[in-house]
């Protein structure tokens, strides 16, 4: 049977489910959760809601990067069905995945690129995409990975935490972030940009919060995106840890005021639920780069 040229592989963080992965041919290394000490993998030995009761009682939670033996055993399945591989870890500047996948690359020459795309979630799904589309089109793992690696800035998401105990217990926002936590009633919406995620703003309330939350992309998509915007280049999406009602009435506000049908909706990876915590919201576009030049 004849090779295909390049496979692309991502890690759980994407927050591709295992029945678009399927879709896509798009094998997923697990990211593994540490609860009071004890690994645990999404699907694997825990469910979302298994976790959600969890979390709240645990003294102690963490990520980790993933096991080595796992991406090895994965890249090696790959390399027998293509002659070169992309993987495309979550952003190294949220963990240290990337460094230690880019070292044990070495042992494979070129055939195994490692990406810095500096995305997670929704925005690191659509740099999947992206290099699936690549692949298709002819590029090479090195050339991918080169294209991927110059659109680090297309995308923007704001993420609103229903709390900040997560986030701050992780250190995983900066200072001035988690010093928002402290004001009585105050939801913080999140910036995620490709090095850090750092505080946009603040506001009283549930609905205020989602209102904010559509005007901050609604301002990217008037400034920063706006030429992708007219070329029809750019996919809303909306991650989330909230109830099933509570993202359909958001979505549905996000159709409404910004005018638009598609909205991509996808949960949170356990391994990033873990620092937001349940009630999360998020809200991002990306810019879609199918069938266009880089």
């Known amino acids: ?41 999404e699907g694997q030995n825990m469910t979302r809601e298994e976790f959600f009761q969890m979390l709240p009682q645990c003294r102690e939670f963490s990520t ?5 033996a796992d991406l090895l055993r994965i890249w090696e399945e790959g390399l027998e069905q293509a002659e070169e591989i992309v993987y495309l870890p979550m952003a190294s500047s949220l963990s240290s995945s990337f460094a230690t996948a880019q070292m044990l690359s070495k042992d494979y020459g070129e055939r195994i690129q490692v990406v810095d795309a500096k995305r997670v979630s929704v925005a690191q799904h659509q740099a999947v995409l992206d290099a699936i589309h690549l692949a298709a089109r002819g590029y090479s793992a090195a050339q991918i990975r080169d294209i991927l690696e110059r659109t680090t800035e297309d995308f923007s998401i704001y993420l609103m935490a229903d709390t900040l105990k997560y986030l ?8 001035g972030a988690a010093a928002i936590g402290t004001v009585l009633q105050i939801k913080p919406i999140l910036s ?16 205020a919060a989602q ?16 030429q992708q915007k007219q070329d029809g280049r750019i996919q809303l999406c909306v991650a989330h840890t909230a ?23 996808a949960p949170l990876s356990l391994s990033i639920a873990c620092h937001t915590g349940p009630g999360a919201l998020g809200i991002g576009c990306v810019v879609d780069h199918e069938g266009y030049p880089f």
Do not use: H, N, W
Not at 18 to 34: N, Q, T
Not at 64 to 68: F, T
């Open 1 to 41: 049977m004849k090779q295909q040229r390049v496979l692309v592989i991502t890690d759980s963080c994407s927050g591709l489910t295992e029945k678009e992965a399927r879709a896509l041919g798009v094998p997923i290394v697990p990211m593994p959760i540490l609860l009071d000490g004890k690994a645990y993998i």
């Open 64 to 68: 980790s990067q993933p096991a080595v």
């Open 168 to 175: 701050k217990k992780g250190g995983r926002i900066t200072a």
């Open 192 to 207: 995620v940009d490709p090095d850090k995620i750092d505080a946009y703003a603040k506001v009283r309330g549930q609905r």
């Open 211 to 226: 209102q904010a939350l559509i005007d901050a992309i609604a301002k990217d998509l008037e400034t920063r995106f706006v």
């Open 243 to 265: 109830q099933e009602a509570v993202v359909k009435a958001f979505v549905s506000e996000i159709r409404r005021q910004l005018g638009v049908s598609s909205v991509y909706v």
